[in-house]
């Protein structure tokens, strides 16, 4: 009977342990399903989140990128100012912000963010051809020439490499060798645009006028927007005296990007067209934009020397020699003014000035430049023409190796001194 009574209480036990072991598997099963469930939820939030992060980025680096087609570059280096520090860093943002900074005519800003660009992503070659011009415009010889060899081992068959081989060439003034391996980049892309101008200008350079015609309306074939081509067309028609053409074009280009500089020729072709009231305000309107730019101020001066406004001519001088303290052509013209004003003494120092300061460009190249435009009487005339420039900163007079010309002056695009840099 005890033995009965032991075994149903066994058995009773049993049954309860099994009934507990039950339960308990079931409660762990509802956990675990709860957890998976959370697990799944903090997953699909996790990946909600990080697409939205990846929609955001590539939205913020579309604005950028439309600001710089559009050249709205300061506002699109604040946008990605904005960015975190990790996609600051990237070698995309780097390259968008010194090309911001390049079409700015910036150029030592630039040269700053293509270079840690390169270091961080060294086979980097987007850009390059940005960089490559920032650096021809600096006169940096020895890191350009590094870049060509550089880009050269590491990809012959990249039309970047080429046009910083041309690039580089064309700083040395072998403008033959330039022209053939900025022909080449366009063998490699027959749709980059940017070679075109390149060549372009080079081809101005060679006086090869038809030339350099066709390789800007191939640009401008290619991208209706690319405005350095439109430049590189006005330059060839004031060239030619075509000026009402030349004007035409400056216009088309500043349709594209409105720049002080742009503005500034258009002035120099308006005053060519007998408009000096309206390349006044022209002027006025670039000094506006940029009041440090020594190129409109420069023409500003000498276009009132050409209307007998000497008084408010020299004060716009005097300003200036501030912005360019060793700039020849500023002082050769402060003498012009002084020798109309009747100070032979003031005009004579002034004279002096500007051949201590530049003894070949004083007594040749100057004189030469001074007496092509702004007539004022037979005797004395003042000019400082349409800068015959190439690549991307319109940026000199058509005289050489002047301050007035680097680093003073920029632009966005397409430009230097034919004489002076090239």
Known sequence: ?????????????????????????????????????????????????????????????????????????????????????????????????????????????????????????????????????????????????????????????????????????????????????????????????????????????????????????????????????FYGIGMIFYKQEKFKMAEIHYRKALNISLNPVLLCHLAVVQHSLKKSDLALQTLNKAIEMDPKNALCKFHRASIKFSMDAYDSALTELEELKQIVPKESLVYFLIGRVHKKLGNTHLALNNFSWAMDLDPKGANNQIKEVIDKRYPNDDDDQIVCSDPVVRNDSINSTDNSDNSLIRPHLNISSSSMDEDEDN
């Open 1 to 229: 009977m005890s033995s009965n009574n032991n075994s149903s209480t066994s058995l009773l036990k049993s049954d309860i342990d099994f009934n507990d072991f039950q339960k308990n598997e079931k409660n762990i099963l509802l956990t675990s399903q709860a957890i998976n469930e959370d697990l799944k939820q903090a997953g699909l939030k996790m990946q909600k989140a990080s697409a939205e992060g990846l929609l955001n980025l590539l939205s913020v680096l579309g604005q950028a990128a439309l600001a710089i087609g559009q050249f709205k570059c300061e506002h699109a280096i604040s946008i990605l100012q904005k960015l975190p520090k990790k996609h600051y860093s990237s070698g995309w943002v780097l390259t968008a912000i010194g090309r911001a900074y390049f079409e700015l005519g910036k150029y030592d800003e630039s040269v700053v963010f293509f270079e840690e660009a390169r270091r961080r992503e060294p086979h980097l070659l987007k850009g390059m051809e940005y960089y490559s011009t920032a650096l021809w415009h600096l006169q940096r010889e020895v890191k350009l020439s590094m870049l060509a060899q550089e880009l050269i081992e590491f990809d012959k068959n990249s039309p970047q490499t080429w046009c910083v081989a041309g690039n580089c060439f064309s700083l040395q003034k072998e403008h033959e060798t330039a022209i053939k391996f900025l022909q080449r980049a366009i063998q490699l892309d027959v749709d980059f645009a940017y070679a075109y101008t390149l060549l372009g200008h080079e081809f101005v350079l060679t006086e090869e006028m038809d030339n350099a015609m066709a390789c800007f309306r191939n640009a401008i074939r290619i991208d209706n927007r690319h405005y350095n081509a």
